[in-house]
């Protein structure tokens, strides 16, 4: 079994929408988890760092972290045009892990 | 804060030279630093973990006298792919982190090193 598990999609959503992105996990020592989004032929730029359980809130975007269930989800709120893009989650005890990415269109 | 430099963005180079890359953390002292390379419309594969001062740490599969990692300071580290041939091609990129040791909260991405070996 993977440490990280992430759906890679594609995902393709009209403007306006709510996009729900998720990852499970199967260390229950991780601590930190972080969600990064990367364009194409850019290095990955981090967006929601959060600790333990709970959510996180900043803009459109929402991190929401469950500890209990190991699941951890991003949602974008309004999503634009420029949304488009992979976003990758990624977690850490010790050691980092990434998920694969899940690639996002969002269709003006 | 916490914003990480590669440099060069690009290269291209013949088959058989050598290519150095360079990451730095501009505004904070990175610890450990990762090096990774992504191919087109995949996920990224880690090559190496390194820590200031001591030797990097290759994932294996990843060939170190191949891929010469060298992390001299808290706010430096050079990947150097020697005697590159076309199949070495790819987007490289680094990333820092800053925490004590055995502990690293996350990373911070440079933008990336897209090296073409004719």
């Known amino acids: 079994q993977k440490e990280v598990e992430q759906d890679p999609g594609p995902l393709s959503v009209p403007e306006g929408a709510i996009v729900s992105l998720n990852c499970t996990y199967s260390?229950?020592?991780?601590?930190?988890f972080m969600w990064y989004r990367q364009y194409s032929r850019k290095g990955p730029e981090l967006l929601m760092y959060t600790y333990s359980s709970g959510n996180k809130e900043d803009g459109r975007f929402t991190a929401q972290v469950d500890k209990s269930s190991k699941y951890i989800s991003l949602f974008i709120r309004d999503s634009q045009p420029s949304d488009s893009a992979t976003y990758l989650c990624a977690m850490t005890g010790n050691q980092f892990y990434f998920g694969t990415g899940t690639s996002l269109t969002v269709i003006p | 804060g916490a914003v990480v430099s590669q440099h060069p963005s690009w290269v291209i180079c013949k088959s058989g030279t050598s290519v150095k890359i360079e990451c730095r953390s501009l505004?904070?002292?990175?610890?450990?630093m990762f090096w990774y390379r992504q191919f087109p419309k995949q996920s990224l594969m880690l090559m190496a973990t390194?820590?200031?001062?001591?030797?990097?740490?290759?994932e294996q599969g990843v060939e170190k006298d191949k891929f010469l990692i060298n992390h001299a300071s808290l706010t430096l580290s050079t990947l150097t792919v020697t005697s590159a041939h076309p199949e070495d091609s790819s987007f490289y990129i680094c990333?820092?982190?800053?925490?004590?040791?055995?502990?690293?909260?996350?990373?911070?991405f440079g933008p990336g090193t897209r090296l073409l070996v004719l």
């Open positions: 990333s820092a982190a800053s925490g004590t040791s055995g502990s690293t909260e996350t990373q911070y």
């Open positions: 505004d904070f002292q990175a610890t450990t």
């Open positions: 390194s820590n200031e001062g001591s030797k990097a740490t290759y």
């Open positions: 260390n229950s020592a991780f601590q930190y």
